[in-house]
C-alpha cells in the first residue's frame, strides 16, 4: 500500500525566512505532484516532477524530486505572506491518474 | 479555456437521502478523478473514469458511485447519506489516458460542499 508522508504537518516562519517542507513515499512512482490549497478553496497545481532529479523553480518556490531516496522537497526561499497556504504533495499509483495525498502542510508566514 | 466546473457548489441533505454531484472536466480531458476531503481523513481517492470506464476506485463503500458520459461529464452519487459523508468533494481533470501520454497535469474544480444533518 502506498503511503505519503508530509513534515512538518505545521509551519509558522517569518517573512524572509527560507524553509522546505519534505514528502517521502513509500513505493517506487516515476511522478509526483505539489499543491497549493488556500482555506476554503480547491486545490491548485504548483509543480509535476517526472524523473528523478528533476528540479522546477516557480517564484519563491522550488520542487525537487530525488526517485531513488524516495524523497520530494518544497523549498521556500524568502517567504512572503501571501504564501500562507497548506501544501501537498501526491504521488500517483502505476495505473491512471490515482493519487495518493500527503497529510499537507500548513504554512503561516508572519510578518 | 474554461476550467474544471463542479456543480452545486454547495448542498446541504439530511442523513439517509441521496446525492449527485455533477463534474464537467476541461475540454478534451477524458479522465476524470474524485477525491473526498476532509478534516479528519484527508484528501482520498474515490474513483477515476477514462473514456466512459471506471479505471480506479479507492476504498469506499458500495454507497459511492459514479459515472462518466461520453461527453466526458462525470457525475458521482452516494446513497443513503451518512452525518460522515459530510466533506468537500473534488474532482480532477487530465489529459493523461495511460502510457506514452506526455502530459500529466491533473486540474481540480472548485469542489462540492457537501453537509449532511
Known amino acids: 500500500e502506498l503511503k505519503v508522508e508530509q513534515n512538518p504537518l505545521f509551519l509558522s516562519m517569518q517573512e524572509g525566512k527560507n524553509y522546505t517542507i519534505y514528502c517521502n513515499y513509500s513505493t517506487t512512482s516515476d511522478r509526483l505532484y505539489w499543491y497549493r490549497q488556500d482555506p476554503g478553496k480547491s486545490l491548485e497545481s504548483l509543480f509535476v516532477?517526472?524523473?528523478?532529479?528533476a528540479v522546477k523553480q516557480e517564484g519563491r518556490l522550488m520542487a525537487s524530486l530525488d526517485t531513488k531516496a524516495r524523497l520530494s522537497t518544497l523549498h521556500i526561499t524568502a517567504a512572503v505572506h501571501d504564501l500562507s497556504a497548506t501544501y501537498f504533495c501526491?504521488?500517483?499509483?502505476?495505473?491512471?491518474?490515482?493519487?495518493?495525498f500527503g497529510g499537507g502542510t500548513r504554512l503561516m508566514v508572519k510578518p | 479555456k474554461a476550467g474544471v466546473t463542479q456543480t452545486p457548489r454547495y448542498l446541504i441533505k439530511t442523513r439517509g437521502q441521496q446525492v449527485t454531484l455533477s463534474c464537467s472536466p476541461i475540454s478534451g480531458h477524458r479522465s476524470v478523478s474524485w477525491y473526498q476531503q476532509t478534516p479528519g481523513q484527508g484528501l482520498q481517492f474515490l474513483f477515476e473514469?477514462?473514456?466512459?470506464?471506471?479505471?480506479n476506485k479507492g476504498n469506499f463503500p458500495g454507497r459511492f458511485s459514479g459515472r462518466q458520459f461520453s461527453n466526458s461529464r462525470s457525475e458521482m452519487n452516494v446513497s443513503t447519506l451518512e452525518l460522515g459523508d459530510s466533506a468537500l468533494y473534488l474532482c480532477?481533470?487530465?489529459?493523461?489516458?495511460?502510457?506514452?501520454?506526455?502530459?500529466?497535469?491533473?486540474?481540480f474544480g472548485p469542489g462540492t460542499r457537501l453537509t449532511v444533518t
Open positions: 516532477l517526472l524523473s528523478n532529479g
Open positions: 501526491a504521488v500517483p499509483h502505476n495505473a491512471g491518474n490515482m493519487l495518493t
Open positions: 473514469y477514462f473514456s466512459e470506464t471506471q479505471r
Open positions: 480532477a481533470s487530465s489529459l493523461w489516458g495511460g502510457r506514452g501520454s506526455t502530459s500529466y497535469e491533473q486540474y
